[in-house]
Structure formats: C-alpha cells, structure tokens
C-alpha cells in the first residue's frame, strides 16, 4: 500500500462550505482508503491506498466528497514519494515558514528530509 496526500480546495470558507476534519475522515475512510489522518481543518489529508493513479484517487475522493456535502470539492492528489520530490526541488520549502515545516514533518513523520 502506498501513502498519497489529498489537498482539498475552497473548504471552510464562509458559512455554506463548510467540511470538518472529522467529517473529512469519515468521508475518506468510506470511500475506501485506509490509514487516514488530517491537520485540523485545512483540508490536507495522509492517506493509504492500493491505487495506483493519482488522477483517479482525485475522481474518486472527488465524487465521494460532493456526495457527502452537496457540493464540489476540488482535491489535487499526490503521492507521498511524489510530493517529497516536489519538496526536495523547491527552494521555498527550505526558506519556508517554520508552520510549514512542522506540517510537512507531521505529514511524512520525523524522518521528512528538508
């Protein structure tokens, strides 16, 4: 199985798009990813799966998401190996803040190379 990270667009913003962290795992849990895990509210999610395709793991959270809010839920999806190879060319993640740099730490474990 295979870790990927979910990043969902235009949630808690305002009083009609609201999606809490508990509902998002509950969401993603049910539409058959394991392993889930959330930071706070901001719509990034840890999770592992069998899937292969990021492109449609996204459809598929997507879907899953509309269905439970009653509206869309633009999500871009990455592997974890893939956002790590993002992470390591990118000179702004090494001047990042140092909230960033917690985040990518919880996400990926103590072990994360910055």
């Known amino acids: 199985m295979a870790t990927h990270l979910a990043f969902l667009r235009a949630i808690n913003l305002g009083s009609k798009r609201v999606f809490p962290k ?6 993603v849990t049910d539409a058959g990813f394991e392993d889930v895990a959330t930071h706070l509210n901001t719509g990034n999610v840890r999770f592992d799966t069998r899937m292969r395709s990021t492109e449609r793991i996204a459809e598929r959270l997507e879907q899953a998401f509309a269905a439970d809010r009653g509206f869309d839920v633009p999500t871009i999806v990455f592997s974890a190996s893939e956002f790590a190879d993002l992470a390591a060319e990118s000179d702004a993640i090494i001047t990042c803040s140092e909230s960033m740099r917690d985040e990518v730490f919880r996400l990926f474990g103590s072990g994360a190379q910055l």
Not at 22 to 27: G, L, P, S, T
């Open 22 to 27: 508990a509902d998002i795992q509950r969401v």
